[in-house]
């Protein structure tokens, strides 16, 4: 195969083939290395000149070259590795022939392992003066240039190899999330939860409403759903004894995509027995708090210019979120009273819509074929929802939007149900969980009867036998680890923060045009860079 920009291919291809007859494999197996250029710049950052000419200290480094600078028969490098890029100063006089021709044709991309000891420049970088060098692995493909060559954002997500490698913004975001979730595991683990797997291909939808992605196995000729989320047998293990359970895992949702929802995503769910949703709200505020302080090193953090604080929680019930957020073109806020009304719902629809048609927003769709509980849910949705900015948790959900959750003890039409939100967008959702198999089993029923392509096909019988068996008074919670880490880093895409994330198929021609063809940097050393203090 060949890529392109083509006459660079060609030209790396001639120069490997050179390394190859100057007798270099242009693909060693291994490289004895002593440092990272990461670990170098870290331990010797505070040693001087004097220091490093009194006390020669030899280090064996590999990388990858980000930038050449000949000069003459000398030349200036940096190579980048373990997040760090450090200089290296290669003489011919120093390393002899042989060496400096193998040096000569190496480009910009491959990957190099030298040994030498660390000096500073008359700019008092610190450098390594190099005493032997080696090809580790030849680049065949130039890299982007480092300022324009991935403003494609789009390229940025198909080629996240070389976004890695040119953006260390990008770099830091997958950092910061692989820290985001080994501190969850570290939270739970020091709680006495177990963490556990659970399946990814289920034979009956469950667990949330949406749209699944569908497969067939063949050898058991079984129709499969792509697990949209793994409540249900997270559940089944509390029944078997295991109080505390929590997993980190893949769903998949066949809908829409934008800019805080993919059809791939990872989200932590985490059940806890003898609790109730009240007790996980507590738990979650501790949580937040806990990875803004270690991730952050505060609890206040910028997102999209806005401070967000993890030191204050509020909490608003649905009803109270439509009370305050009501806006005031759309006349008198409705009151409570009203809300919980027969009828009440429809009405204060009615008058939103009235009101966002003057305003040229969307209006409620089917105001007429909706449950009141239903109505609730969709003017919380228009009226407050983008008004949550700082952490809230909005609780008691009505019933007819909450099928896996307990009723209040004194408002059977309500669901001991949390949502948290920040930045406008929903980060968890949490529950008592719903332990009665016989309403259990009644709410199923309603759900199938209902329809819809969200909606289950199917009542789960063995998780109904399974909760017949007794599941002990438990609170459960999902939490959106990519949205976590949006926040936590600043990311104003899902897709930022995901290191994959699925894209159109493109077409050969259209990916040729968009490959960056300049590379990093290449440019004659200066007098400045020259030689040893």
């Known amino acids: 195969m060949e890529f392109e920009p083509l006459d660079q291919y060609q030209q790396r291809r001639q120069n490997l083939k050179d390394i190859e007859a100057l007798g270099h494999p242009a693909y060693p197996r291994n490289f004895a290395w002593t440092h990272t250029p990461k670990q170098i710049l ?42 760090a890029r450090l200089q290296i100063y290669v003489r011919q006089d120093i390393v002899g022939d042989e060496a400096y021709k193998l040096f000569k044709l190496m480009d910009l991309g491959d990957f ?13 970088e610190l450098s390594v003066k190099v005493d032997k060098l080696q090809l580790l692995t030849k680049s065949l493909l130039p890299l982007p240039e480092k ?41 739970f683990d020091a709680r006495n939860y177990s963490e556990v797997e659970t399946p990814m291909m289920h034979p009956i939808l469950g667990g949330a409403t949406a749209r699944p992605f569908i497969t067939h196995h063949n050898t058991l000729d079984m129709k499969l759903y792509l697990r949209i989320a793994p409540e249900l047998y997270l559940k089944r293990l509390v029944v078997g ?125 089917n105001v007429g074929k909706l449950s009141n509980g239903e109505l609730i849910g969709e003017l919380f949705e228009a009226v407050a929802e983008p008004h949550l900015v700082q952490p809230t948790f909005i609780y008691d959900f009505p019933i007819e939007i909450s099928p896996l959750s307990k009723t209040r003890a004194d408002d059977p039409s309500i669901a001991e149900r949390f949502e948290l939100f920040i930045a406008g967008m929903e980060v968890a959702n949490g529950f008592s969980e719903l332990n009665d198999p016989i309403d259990q089993e009644n709410r199923f029923r309603a759900q199938v009867e209902k329809g819809g392509h969200e909606a289950p096909k199917e009542v789960d019988i063995d998780y109904i036998r399974a909760l017949s068996h007794g599941l002990p008074p438990t609170a459960g919670e999902g939490i959106g680890i990519d949205r976590l880490v949006m926040l936590l880093t600043d990311s104003r895409a899902i897709r930022e923060v995901v290191l994959f994330p699925l894209l159109r198929a493109e077409s050969g021609e259209a990916a040729a045009e968009r490959i960056p063809a300049t590379t990093i940097e290449s440019k004659p050393a200066t007098a400045a860079d020259g030689a040893q203090k």
């Open 241 to 365: 004894g295991l109080d505390r359970v929590y997993e980190i895992n893949r769903n998949f949702r066949n809908e829409g995509i934008d800019a805080i929802h993919l059809q791939e995503f990872t989200m932590l769910e985490f059940y806890q027995a003898y609790s109730d949703y009240r007790e996980l709200m507590d738990m979650t505020e501790e949580l937040f708090r806990g990875l803004a302080e270690k991730v952050c090193g505060s609890t206040k953090f910028k997102y999209e210019e806005v401070e967000i604080d993890f030191a204050r929680f509020e909490r608003l019930s649905m009803r109270d979120a439509i009370v305050r957020f009501w806006p005031d073109a759309a006349g008198a806020p409705p009151a409570h009273s009203e809300l919980a009304a027969a009828n009440g719902p429809l009405t204060i629809a009615e008058r939103f819509n009235t009101y966002a048609r003057t305003q040229n927003i969307d209006p409620i769709l």
């Open 42 to 83: 870290e331990k010797y950052a505070e040693s001087t000149v004097e220091q490093l000419e009194t006390s020669p200290i030899t280090v064996s480094v590999p990388g990858r070259i980000v930038a050449l600078r000949p000069h003459g028969k000398a030349a200036f490098a940096h190579v980048a590795g373990d997040g």
């Open 112 to 124: 190099v392992g030298v040994t030498g000891h660390l000096f500073r420049t008359k700019t008092n």
């Open 147 to 187: 300022w324009h060559g991935l403003a494609d954002v789009e390229l940025r997500y198909r080629r996240r190899y070389l976004d890695l490698i040119v953006n260390e913004k990008a770099r830091e975001v997958f950092i910061r999330r692989a820290q985001i979730i080994r501190e969850i595991r570290h939270f």
